[in-house]
């Protein structure tokens, strides 16, 4: 009885080191890229686990997908209805080091929605009509160009970055890393909130309704006019952190 009580122990602590390493030795890496026929409105990816590059488009929507995986591919299910383009890639019944990054190129003047569960999400420089990203576990780090009404950014675990040329609100959100808004052009609204990490928010010099409080740090407000009724706001907010506004 012993024995076998030492070899179920052995094989406990050794078989998830072993899969580490095969998925190290063993593990598989597949590009593939495919253009999207038709008219795209409206863009939306829901990620089980890979990163998500958002880039401008110069002419059709473009996918590239890299599926990384040991046992089993990923596979992506790609629909257009109506307009609205659908990308969510899947791992099969093997989980193990299995994940599928995409890089999409975005129309201008479009809607985008990215719904990850794990991974980074990164946009460069498109200019899209509304954005919504959400990441369960990653980064986000959002260069808009162009003008939003919305700039929607949250993530649970992860830094947050968003800059915008015109955006007229802006709401960055993490439960824990550091969160950063850089709006160029005076948005009416800016929410930038953190439970752990820093805050800084950068926008041109004014007067602003200003909402700011750390439980566990400093505030500091450069080149900003405090006026409750103003019509432009900034809410900047973490439980353990400092808030930094800067108005240049």
Not at 25 to 42: C, F, N, Q, S, Y
């Amino acid at each position: 009885m012993k024995k076998l009580v030492i070899v179920i122990v052995v094989l406990v602590v050794l078989v998830p080191g072993g899969l580490a390493l095969a998925g190290l030795a063993l593990g598989h890496e597949k590009v593939t890229t495919h253009t999207v026929a038709g008219e795209v409105r409206e863009i939306v990816v829901r990620s089980d686990s890979g990163d998500v590059d958002l880039i401008p488009a110069s002419g059709r929507v473009e996918v590239r997908e890299t599926r990384h995986y040991v046992f089993e591919q990923p596979t992506l299910e790609q629909d257009l209805t109506n307009g609205v383009l659908t990308l969510e890639p899947h791992c099969g019944g093997w989980y193990f080091n299995c994940s599928t990054d995409l890089r999409v190129t975005v129309p201008a003047g479009i809607e985008v929605t990215v719904e990850a569960d794990s991974g980074d999400v990164h946009a460069d420089g498109i200019d899209v009509r509304d954005i919504h990203a959400r990441s369960d576990s990653g980064d986000v780090h959002f260069a808009l160009a162009g003008r939003q009404e919305l700039a929607w950014v949250h993530t649970d675990s992860g830094d947050v970055h968003v800059e915008t040329d015109g955006a007229r609100a802006v709401e960055a959100q993490t439960d824990s890393g550091e969160v950063n808004v850089e709006a160029r052009g005076a948005p009416r609204r800016v929410v930038a909130r953190t439970d752990s990490g820093d805050v800084d928010v950068d926008v041109p010099a004014g007067v602003y309704a200003v909402d700011t409080a750390t439980d566990s740090g400093d505030v500091q407000i450069d080149g900003i006019s405090r006026n409750d009724r103003a019509p432009r706001s900034i809410e900047a907010r973490t439980d353990s952190g400092d808030v930094t506004l800067d108005g240049r």
